[in-house]
C-alpha cells in the first residue's frame, strides 16, 4: 500500500514537469489578393528545430495552428511558411503550394498575442508549386 501512495505522490509530482518548451496559441487568416481562402493548410517548419505547426484553413479564411495536439498552437520561434489550397484555373481546380521568399520569417512570441495574418500573391514574391 505504501508503494502505491508513493507512486501516486511521485505520478503528480510530475504532472507539473517540463519537457522543454510548450506551445503557445498562434492564429490568424490566409488570404489571396486581399480575398479569404476558404480552404487548405497552412504549414509553419521551425528555423530553430521544433516541430512544425499545421493550421486548417476554415471557409473564412481563419487558421488555428495546432503541434502536438489540437489546436495548441506552435512552440515559441523562428518560422518558415507554405500554404497549400485549391485554386480554380480555367475549368480546372489546381493544388497549389504557396512558398515566400527565403526571408519571409514568421515569429511566434512567448507572449502576446500571436496573430498571423498571411497573403499569399505571386505579385508579392511567392511562388506557386502547382499538383494534380
Same mark, same amino acid.
Given at each position: 500500500?505504501?508503494?502505491?501512495?508513493?507512486?501516486?505522490?511521485?505520478?503528480?509530482?510530475?504532472?507539473?514537469?517540463? %519537457?522543454? @518548451? %510548450? &506551445? $503557445?496559441?498562434?492564429?490568424?487568416?490566409?488570404?489571396?489578393?486581399? $480575398? &479569404?481562402?476558404?480552404?487548405?493548410? $497552412? =504549414?509553419?517548419?521551425?528555423? !530553430?528545430?521544433?516541430? &512544425?505547426? =499545421?493550421?486548417?484553413? %476554415?471557409?473564412?479564411?481563419?487558421? =488555428?495552428?495546432?503541434?502536438?495536439? @489540437?489546436?495548441?498552437? #506552435?512552440? @515559441?520561434? +523562428?518560422?518558415?511558411? #507554405? /500554404?497549400?489550397?485549391?485554386?480554380?484555373?480555367?475549368?480546372?481546380?489546381? +493544388?497549389?503550394?504557396?512558398? &515566400?521568399?527565403? !526571408?519571409?520569417?514568421?515569429? /511566434?512570441? *512567448? *507572449?502576446? *498575442?500571436?496573430? =498571423? @495574418?498571411?497573403? $499569399?500573391?505571386?505579385?508579392?514574391?511567392?511562388? /506557386?508549386?502547382? *499538383?494534380?
Amino acid at each position: 500500500m505504501l508503494v502505491l501512495f508513493l507512486g501516486a505522490i511521485l505520478g503528480l509530482a510530475c504532472c507539473g514537469c517540463s %519537457q522543454g @518548451p %510548450q &506551445p $503557445v496559441h498562434v492564429s490568424g487568416v490566409a488570404t489571396q489578393d486581399g $480575398v &479569404p481562402l476558404k480552404s487548405g493548410k $497552412v =504549414v509553419l517548419t521551425s528555423l !530553430d528545430g521544433h516541430p &512544425p505547426a =499545421v493550421g486548417q484553413i %476554415q471557409a473564412d479564411g481563419a487558421f =488555428v495552428l495546432s503541434t502536438f495536439r @489540437p489546436y495548441d498552437g #506552435a512552440i @515559441p520561434g +523562428r518560422y518558415r511558411v #507554405a /500554404v497549400t489550397t485549391d485554386l480554380q484555373q480555367g475549368n480546372r481546380k489546381l +493544388r497549389a503550394t504557396f512558398h &515566400p521568399g527565403r !526571408d519571409f520569417v514568421v515569429t /511566434v512570441e *512567448e *507572449e502576446g *498575442e500571436n496573430h =498571423v @495574418p498571411i497573403e $499569399v500573391s505571386r505579385a508579392s514574391g511567392w511562388r /506557386v508549386t502547382t *499538383e494534380k
